[in-house]
């Protein structure tokens, strides 16, 4: 893909409270997830690697990466936007998986978004340099 020729597609924004102790089983995503962690704490299960996130901490979930969330102790606040990074012919058809790789039926697989970003795989935080700005316009989207 070429990441210089974007026009996204935004499929679903929301700001989301989840209880402590609530798991999300193993999952793919078809498409992108931006999360950011407003507060709380979630121990993330990414690649099948435990990654540990806090309040402040911003993620990008990529298409078939597979991972489990687990909210800790306290209620986990986590404003979140499911996009395509290009808009094509079946981007409304794209929906937002709670299930593994081996469990999606081959017309859903067809649907999985290509990885723009692999260096992704291995760790999905984000290092934003204007954080500031950054989330200024993450919740412009969002609301």
């Known amino acids: 893909m070429d990441i210089c020729r974007i026009n996204p597609f935004i499929r679903r924004t929301m700001r989301s409270t989840l209880q402590p102790q609530l798991r999300i089983n193993r999952r793919v995503i078809l498409d992108y997830e931006l999360l950011y962690v407003e507060c ?50 079946t ?23 290509e990885n723009a970003f692999p260096s992704l795989e291995r760790s999905p935080l984000l290092h934003i340099g204007d954080r500031e700005t950054f989330l200024r316009l993450f919740y412009e989207i969002i609301d």
């Open 40 to 89: 709380g704490r979630l121990l993330l299960t990414y690649n099948d690697v435990e990654y540990l996130f806090s309040s402040g901490d911003i993620l990008l979930l990529c298409p078939n990466i597979p991972h489990i969330f687990q909210v800790l102790d306290v209620p986990l606040s986590q404003p979140h936007i499911h996009f395509d990074i290009r808009y094509g012919s």
């Open 91 to 113: 981007s409304h058809n794209v929906f937002i998986s709670f299930k593994d790789y081996e469990n999606l039926a081959l017309e859903e697989r067809m649907l999985m978004r």
